[in-house]
């Protein structure tokens, strides 16, 4: 990195960290008091009070339907943005002491032709489909969306920053539809516990409704929504007229019990098949109108889908998903967005023990509380506390595999500006019980403080910044081997950190700018971020990069019409550079993506990507080895999707890569198909098929650790992968559902042309290596195959209340190694003997 720019990252980072960028924090504070506004009217709706019970049965034959305002002002907003809707929508808005009912009819000339598809909950189809969003705090920044489809299945989300969505957020709610003459209906009945709002004499929501046309591929909107602006809650218009409303009391205890059946290899040979049975407890209490408790004890989640099986080659860990529903449900509060995602990572909770070293050992940690309290306040401030012990691990051999741990992650965000301006704070602190089998490992508490915040102006630029400390403290040995791990690599040749083995604590910080054009036609974004080699946030988060200084540039073209020939698309293009805090190159890329969805519903997208340019230095491809000239890597993909309408959609994805001066590259085809048999019944069937060949892939490194006698070795390595998933849902009524999962990997692996690393700068590739061997030691290939798959019924029994059935299967096997024959490796695969899991959970909801 030049010296000027250098410098100015450093200044950066020393004005953050030093000051908390109190600039940033005073303008928004300055600008909050005027308060601007975006000086549009808001549109509105009025809803009446019912004296009467409302029968919910999708007919608009109750008394309050036939004096309630209609309100049918609906436009597109997909395709075209504002344009006249196709068809005619109308909603009416009543409410008594307990419910909100909204009534919205549906008109279609052709109601035969509706495309009405059966699935589980929560499961979007490509069928008509109403959506009710309602802004209980009326803060322009948050929201629930309540949405069903012709048959009747129900989803529900949640709304947060104004543009993210939460699908894991559910709610006890109920919704009839008919389908007549005129097109479809939708009545909801939705609780005024399940909504959040300050209470009043007189109540004014944020509200809007959406509907999806599925046949013509259009969505229209009440009040006129613009994707263009890249916003939603804040577009929402009003309901008014709800009076006499008081505080919804609200209390949900959900207490269930679940019985397994498990497979348990035995520490001699064979298998045990013992029954456990547990139980556990939900809770879900309002404290006063604006503040939530979850609380869960003991918690199960058998019936989430496994992870997908991956091959890590990688000096990283993978990074899954979370899928545990009382971790997904506003998680996104959690969450600060862009470049400072990954400071909490909610798998870290309940996380497969880090000594588990034999088959025999717990697979994960058990939780046996968790508590997440959350809240918005009067003026804009929000909330979250999240509080999770887990219980100590303790593998086959007696020993602790993961100790006893307490967690404690908190939230609060204050918004400006009706949300168009925002600061706010994470504290995460984390403490282990360690003892002397843990205690040289493992991380004795580790802490972090985050500030962050944001900027909107001139309705169409937001400026974001935030900076952040984190301690780590153990032992010796301990903190010595986190400076020795991938992440920070202090023992590497050449480097400019220090490896010290007396120290007990790492402290490091992160800092980061951004600016960006977020709506209209033109997009574009600046990022630049530093963060200190002594930064530490794994213990709760997920963050590889750090003594790491990034700038990154992006520009967009966007559509914001259709044309005859396509509904909409977008061009990308970007480039990012990385240094170390030294000043070293460690990445340079460019970026040219386009997409465009065409007249037809058919999209396809290209994507290329140029990696390693200039005098870039790879940091860890030596796995702790000195930094390595790596050379420049092109990747091309294409895609391509049928129509989501038709009963079979088909995909395909192509991709070819090529580096290393020819000696390093790959390709890829992946098919896959959706299919639909009858309304009921959903199909989806992944394949991918890979070759590929890496010239410098890590094998080993050999000598004594900081001497100049140690061997830091390379080979070829030619890989054969095959990846199939397969899905099936069966949907017998909205209340009743069964899916089917499965997953079947193969991936292969030969080394070849060993060498090690002697010249690691050198501008000329064959001068970077030399020719290793050694004695009594040759190249091993590998054959990792994995089959993951489970059946899963679910039943909801009454309103709120559920039973699980679930089957998981688990199989794994590494037999030929180094060569790959489908046929073969399947057969040997499944001639393994499976891990079977049958449990039972039944859940009831109970509310005063």
């Not at 929560?122 to 009326?138: A, C, F, L, N, Q």
């Not at 790492?506 to 997009?523: I, T």
């Not at 029994?797 to 060569?819: A, E, I, K």
């Not at 399947?826 to 079977?836: G, I, M, V």
Request: hydrophobic letters at 40%.
């Amino acid at each position: 990195m030049p010296a000027p720019v250098l410098d100015a990252f450093r200044h950066f980072r020393s004005l953050a960290f030093a000051l908390g960028l109190p600039l940033f924090v005073s303008s928004i504070a300055a600008q909050s008091v005027a308060g601007s506004s975006v000086g549009e009217s808001i549109s509105a709706a009025r809803a009446v009070r019912t004296t009467t019970a409302i029968q919910l049965d999708g007919r608009d034959a109750d008394a309050v339907w036939r004096t309630a305002p209609i309100t049918d002002d609906f436009h597109q907003f997909a395709p075209a943005e504002a344009a006249p809707a196709r068809f005619r929508t109308a909603f009416q808005v009543a409410y008594d002491d307990r419910m909100l009912y909204v009534f919205v009819r549906m008109y279609d000339p052709h109601p035969d032709s509706l495309v009405a598809l059966l699935s589980r909950r929560d499961v979007r189809t490509p069928s008509e489909w109403i959506k009710v969003v309602i802004d209980g705090y009326h803060d322009r920044r948050s929201g629930m969306q309540f949405m069903v489809n012709p048959v009747g299945v129900k989803r529900d989300a949640a709304i947060y920053s104004d543009v993210v969505e939460d699908g894991a957020w559910d709610a006890v709610w109920d919704a009839a539809v008919q389908i007549d003459s005129l097109g479809w209906t939708a009545e909801y009945a939705i609780p005024f516990s399940q909504l959040r709002f300050n209470p009043a004499e007189e109540l004014t929501f944020g509200f809007g409704l959406w509907r999806d046309d599925a046949r013509h591929g259009e969505r229209d909107s009440w009040p006129v929504y613009r994707p263009s602006r890249q916003t939603f809650a804040s577009q929402l218009g009003d309901i008014v007229g709800i009076r006499g409303i008081g505080a919804a009391r609200r209390l949900e205890v959900m207490p269930y019990g679940v019985t397994k059946n498990v497979t348990q290899p035995l520490v001699g040979g064979g298998w045990a098949h013992p029954q456990q049975q547990a139980v556990g407890l939900d809770l879900k209490a309002g404290l006063g109108p604006a503040i939530t408790l979850d609380a869960t004890i003991n918690p199960d989640f058998g019936q989430v889908e496994a992870d997908p099986a991956v091959l890590n080659l990688s000096a990283f860990e993978v990074r899954f998903e979370e899928r545990r529903p009382f971790f997904q449900e506003g998680g996104n509060l959690f969450r600060c967005g862009g470049p400072c995602e990954g400071i909490f990572y909610s798998r870290r909770l309940g996380r497969a023990p880090q000594l588990r070293a034999t088959a025999t050992d717990p697979l994960a940690s058990t939780i046996d509380v968790a508590a997440k309290l959350t809240g918005r306040l009067e003026g804009g401030a929000q909330f979250g506390l999240v509080a999770v012990s887990s219980a100590r691990e303790v593998g086959a051999t007696g020993q602790t595999i993961e100790p006893r741990t307490r967690t404690l992650v908190g939230r609060f965000v204050q918004d400006f500006r009706q949300g168009r301006s925002q600061i706010g704070t994470m504290i995460t602190g984390l403490s282990r019980d360690l003892d002397a089998a843990t205690e040289p490992y493992l991380r004795r508490d580790a802490y972090t403080m985050l500030l962050q915040g944001y900027h909107r102006f001139a309705e169409r630029w937001e400026f974001q910044a935030y900076t952040g400390r984190s301690t780590a403290r153990g032992s010796e040995a301990a903190i010595a081997r986190t400076q020795l791990s991938s992440v920070h690599y202090h023992q590497r040749p050449g480097s400019d950190l220090a490896y010290d083995p007396t120290r007990t604590s790492l402290e490091g910080g992160v800092a980061s700018l951004q600016l960006r054009r977020y709506a209209g036609r033109v997009r574009w974004e600046t990022v630049t971020r530093y963060a200190m080699p002594g930064t530490e946030l794994n213990d709760l988060g997920y963050v590889v990069l750090i003594n790491d200084a990034m700038v990154k540039n992006t520009i967009s073209l966007v559509s914001v019409k259709p044309t005859s020939w396509y509904r909409r698309g977008n061009v990308v293009v970007g480039g990012e550079q990385h240094w170390t805090t030294g000043g070293l190159p460690s990445g340079m890329s460019t970026t040219v993506h386009g997409a465009a969805e065409l007249a037809n519903f058919w999209s396809s997208s290209f994507t290329w990507v140029a990696s390693n340019l200039g005098a870039s230095r790879c940091i860890t491809c030596a796995r702790g080895g000195p930094a390595l000239r790596v050379s420049p890597y092109h990747r091309v993909s294409v895609t391509i999707d049928g129509d989501i309408r038709k009963a079979l959609k088909p995909s395909l994805d192509f991709r070819l890569a090529t580096g290393d001066e020819g000696r390093s590259w790959a390709a890829q085809v992946a098919a896959g198909m959706i299919g639909r048999l009858g309304d009921r019944t959903s199909v989806e069937f992944d394949a991918s098929y890979e070759r590929r060949a890496d010239d410098t892939q890590y094998y080993a490194n050999y000598g004594a650790l900081f001497s100049d006698t140690t061997h830091y070795t390379v080979a070829n390595l030619g890989q054969t992968i095959l990846a199939v998933t397969a899905r099936a849902n069966v949907t017998l009524t909205p209340a009743l559902s069964l899916q089917l999962y499965a997953q079947p990997f193969i991936a292969s692996g030969d080394f070849r042309d060993w060498r090690e690393i002697v010249d690691p700068a050198a501008h000329a590739y064959a001068d970077r290596y030399a020719p290793f061997s050694r004695a009594g030691t040759s190249l091993r290939g590998f054959n990792a195959k994995q089959f993951n798959s489970n059946v899963v019924l679910r039943w909801e029994y009454r309103l709120g209340s559920t039973l699980f059935l679930v089957w998981q299967q688990g199989r794994g096997d590494g037999r030929n190694p180094g060569t790959f024959d489908a046929a073969r490796d399947l057969r040997s695969l499944f001639a393994t003997h499976p891990d079977n899991t049958l449990l039972v959970k039944v859940s009831y909801w109970m509310t005063p």
